[in-house]
Nanobody, 121 residues
Framework: QVQLVESGGGLVQAGGSLRLSCAAS????????LAWFRQAPGKEREFVAA????????YYTDSVKGRFTISRDNAKNTMYLQMNRLKPEDTAGYYC??????????????WGQGTQVTVSS
């Protein structure tokens, strides 16, 4: 089973940018659809973005459309989330998830430990 490690979180001012990475172990990375979720203190985990195993299809929650871009590099076993025009309400722990197969949909097979994103106003 794939193992996932997120990185790239940090503190940024509103309007700034960050790029999150999700590095995966294993030789079957390209067989997994992938997704980003986030969870703010006191709130439920919410879907942010997802990408199919070949990268041909992407999906976003409405609140990040036009600001965030999900991508993957199967040669590097890594997925990315480019976050632009960040808002304080984007503050959360960000988690990557993997699902064996073409389409990213729950339940997911593996989760990372998360990386914290804090956006100051």
């Amino acid at each position: 089973q794939v193992q996932l490690v997120e990185s790239g979180g940090g503190l940024v001012q509103a309007g700034g940018s960050l790029r999150l990475s999700c590095a995966a172990s294993g030789r079957t990375f390209s067989s997994y659809a992938l997704a980003w979720f986030r969870q703010a203190p006191g709130k439920e985990r919410e879907f942010v973005a997802a990408i199919s195993w070949g990268g041909g299809s992407t999906y976003y929650t409405d609140s990040v459309k036009g600001r965030f871009t999900i991508s993957r590099d199967n040669a590097k076993n890594t997925m990315y989330l480019q976050m632009n025009r960040l808002k304080p309400e984007d503050t959360a722990g960000y988690y990557c998830a993997a699902k064996m197969g073409l389409v990213p949909s729950p339940p997911y097979d593996a989760w990372g430990q998360g990386t914290q994103v804090t956006v100051s106003s």
